[in-house]
């Protein structure tokens, strides 16, 4: 059974970049069928999908936040990563990882990490 664990520091400062890697076990991130996806919740609001890398390295961001964010992957470490630049106080959230798999029709969400408090703070 797939699991996924985010890492990264607690607190980070406005203008800074926030760095988050999610560790994978149970299952490898280049498997056909499957992407990695980073989604993030603030205090009080809704779930909010950032973006996803494919099992082939390719990368999808939200609209809203694609001009600083960024995912990568580390495939010898089976590990994904998020990368999100000029942070601002608006950035604290929960960030969480999980995987998806194509279904033939759809991508669903079918594993997700524990998730992570990041907070943006000077």
């Known amino acids: 059974q797939v699991q996924l664990q985010e890492s990264g520091p607690g607190l980070v400062k406005p203008s800074q970049t926030l760095s988050l890697t999610c560790t994978v076990s149970?299952?490898?991130?280049?498997?056909?069928?499957?992407?990695w996806s980073w989604i993030r919740q603030p205090p009080g609001k809704g779930l909010e999908w950032m973006g996803v890398?494919?099992?082939?390295?390719?990368?999808y961001y939200s609209p809203s936040l694609k001009s600083h964010t960024s995912i990568s992957r580390d495939t010898s470490k089976n590990q994904f990563s998020l990368q999100l630049s000029s942070v601002t106080p608006d950035d604290t959230a929960v960030y969480y990882c999980?995987?998806?798999?194509?279904?033939?029709?759809?991508?669903?969400?079918?594993?997700w990490g524990q998730g992570t408090q990041v907070t943006v703070s000077s």
């Open positions: 890398i494919s099992d082939d390295g390719s990368t």
């Open positions: 999980a995987r998806l798999y194509y279904d033939g029709q759809y991508y669903r969400f079918n594993s």
């Open positions: 149970g299952g490898s991130i280049t498997t056909s069928y499957y992407a």
